[in-house]
């Protein structure tokens, strides 16, 4: 006996889809369209649950870390089977702008694969590095107008996609109704990983620097979202980059919920984040249903 396929949902106008692969009922795909954030060729995977076939679903929005594209999120967590069992769609963008034309280092912590979610002001960065407005504003103003999404917004991250999602919705209270981390770089203006990519794209204004540090956003927040975050306690960057304990004494500072969750022998691998993805999945479709 056949079972029958998931259900089909057309190409939207201005999206080009690349790849299309049944997963758990419903659809893995991936998308390419042009930004106006980034003045680029942007592109994004997309989780549609069998759930779509009802109505909108709310929306998980991902960050991955350094040297990502959309495929690592979406080829190695496993969060399909979670999202399809919470009727969750989920949204992973690509780490920074690409192509011709399109300012890189050559390093892996700077450039192409490293945007780390801010809106550059420097050359040669600013013209096309504008992942804050992209990932923040534009995308899900895509993904909610063209696809089967309400307005139900979750965000979590990995690594410099941590710093990116705890930071995002700090800098936007009321767009998310749950944020969470594996693992993010906590207080990038105190850890070379950040000094050295903020100090790129944003100069030398170290005052400019504290608009995308958690811990220094935690401190003036107007909104009390609770912060959930998972680290391995065998990464090897915990010490030198990620920093949690700046994180945790920065909440307890403001009084700013913070769910923070050691793990003995995790590292910083995507081994991890399939660990304890179903737990953040269900976290987020708790709040996104509440």
Same mark, same amino acid.
């Given at each position: 006996? +056949?079972?029958?396929?998931?259900? #089909?949902?057309?190409?939207? $106008?201005?999206?080009?889809? %690349? #790849?299309? *692969? ?15 954030? +980034? ?9 549609? &649950? ?11 929005? =991902? ?22 069992? !919470?009727?969750?769609?989920?949204? $992973? ?13 050559? *390093? ?12 550059? +002001?420097?050359?040669? =960065? ?6 804050? +407005?992209?990932?923040?504003? #534009? ?58 990519? %903020? ?6 204004? *170290? ?18 979202? &609770? %912060? ?17 304990? %700046?994180?945790?004494?920065?909440? #307890?500072?403001?009084? !700013?919920?913070?769910?923070? *969750?050691?793990h003995a022998g995790y590292d910083h691998s995507y081994y991890f984040v399939a660990s304890f993805i179903g737990e953040h999945v269900a976290y987020h479709a708790a709040a996104l249903k509440a």
């Amino acid at each position: 006996m +056949t079972a029958a396929a998931p259900f #089909e949902f057309p190409v939207p $106008a201005g999206l080009q889809r %690349l #790849e299309h *692969r049944a997963c758990f009922g419903g659809w893995q795909d991936v998308y390419q369209h042009d930004s106006t954030a +980034t003045g680029t060729s942007m592109r994004f995977g997309l989780y549609l &649950p069998p759930q779509a076939a009802l109505g909108p679903c709310p929306v998980l929005y =991902w960050r991955s870390g350094l040297t990502c594209t959309e495929q690592n999120f979406i080829t190695k967590a496993g969060v399909q089977r979670y999202a399809a069992e !919470h009727g969750l769609i989920v949204v $992973a963008p690509d780490t920074s702008p690409r192509g011709e034309g399109v300012a890189d280092a050559d *390093r892996y912590d700077l450039g192409q694969g490293a945007g780390f979610y801010v809106d550059a +002001t420097q050359a040669p =960065w600013a013209p096309h590095y504008r992942m804050e +407005t992209y990932v923040a504003l #534009e995308l899900p103003a895509l993904v909610e107008a063209v696809f089967p999404a309400n307005d139900r917004r979750a965000i979590s991250g990995h690594s410099m996609g941590g710093h990116g999602a705890l930071v995002t919705a700090l800098r936007h209270p009321g767009r998310y109704r749950s944020v969470s981390a594996f693992a993010p770089i906590s207080a990038p203006t105190q850890v070379p990983w950040g000094q050295e990519a %903020l100090g790129a794209y944003l100069g030398d204004d *170290r005052e400019a620097w504290k608009a995308y540090d958690a811990c220094e956003l935690i401190a003036r927040a107007t909104e009390r979202l &609770p %912060l959930r975050v998972d680290q391995g306690l065998d990464d090897e960057f915990i010490d030198r980059s990620l920093r949690p304990a %700046l994180l945790k004494a920065a909440c #307890e500072k403001a009084g !700013h919920p913070l769910d923070l *969750r050691g793990h003995a022998g995790y590292d910083h691998s995507y081994y991890f984040v399939a660990s304890f993805i179903g737990e953040h999945v269900a976290y987020h479709a708790a709040a996104l249903k509440a």
